[in-house]
């Protein structure tokens, strides 16, 4: 089966250092200065309010302070609204990509000896798990330890007409028995669904690929629209 992606960083954890951003702007935003002037008639000084000056003044000192505080929040404002927006679809299509595939908790698989037209039968059981629906598989063998060949049986189930599996079925190095009924079980009816219990079977033909005893072949089967490995069997011929 294969792993899935470590999750991505949350669109809320981002927003919520923008927002520690605009916080920090405005606690450092410019006050309104306040002038210190003397009192008539005396030597002491106190405060006065920017206030109690000329009103033009005070509409200029107001201006400066308050401009870049608005300046920042509708900066950030905006990298805020952006942010959420770029991460609904962003997170959106990885949640889409990360869907996990069908769960096979359980499988066997037999490789019987090629004996002429016979025998190289590969039978693959489902013993337990989810149902997989035969449309979206694909079923990868791996010979290249024993005949230097490697093929798979795609546009599954391959169902109706004789020979079969015709190319129309085949990828890579043809190294399936393409005689009537060489696929059988789920994978070889049309509509067919493979549910627990059940048992898949196709043949390796003795021509393109001679297995002889003690040989090793790998079978994988291939949740296609997740791209995940429901089912894997290492088969030694017997």
């Known amino acids: 089966m294969h792993e899935r992606d470590e999750p991505t960083r949350s669109s809320d954890d981002f927003i919520h250092g923008v927002l520690e951003r605009l916080s920090w702007a405005t606690e450092h935003s410019p006050r309104r200065p306040t002038q210190v002037q003397p009192r008539r008639g005396s030597n002491q000084y106190e405060e006065i309010s920017a206030k109690g000056q000329d009103d033009h003044n005070t ?40 869907q996990p595939g069908p769960v096979v908790g359980q499988s066997s698989g037999e490789l019987l000896t090629q004996d002429g037209f016979d025998g190289g039968i590969v039978n693959i059981t489902h013993v337990a798990g989810d149902t997989l629906s035969a449309s979206a598989l694909e079923i990868a063998v791996d010979a290249q330890g ?38 059988g079980g789920p994978i070889g009816e049309a509509g067919g669904q493979w549910q627990a219990g059940e ?6 033909a003795g021509t393109p690929c001679q ?23 290492t088969l030694t011929v017997t």
Not at 147 to 169: H, M, Q
């Open 211 to 233: 297995l002889d005893s003690g040989d090793t072949i790998t079978v994988r089967v291939v949740h296609t629209p997740t791209n995940s490995v429901v089912i894997k069997e």
């Open 59 to 98: 509409v200029n000192l107001s201006s400066r302070a308050v401009s870049p505080v608005i300046a920042n929040i509708l900066m950030v404002a905006t990298v805020v609204i952006l942010a959420a927006t770029v991460s609904v679809f962003a997170l959106g299509f990885v949640d889409e990509a990360n």
């Open 146 to 183: 024993a005949c230097g060949k490697s093929g798979r049986l795609v546009n599954l189930p391959a169902s109706g007409g004789d020979p079969v599996p015709t190319s129309e079925y085949v990828r890579g190095d043809d190294i399936f028995d393409n005689s009537y009924n060489s696929v």
């Open 199 to 204: 048992t898949a079977t196709f043949r390796i």
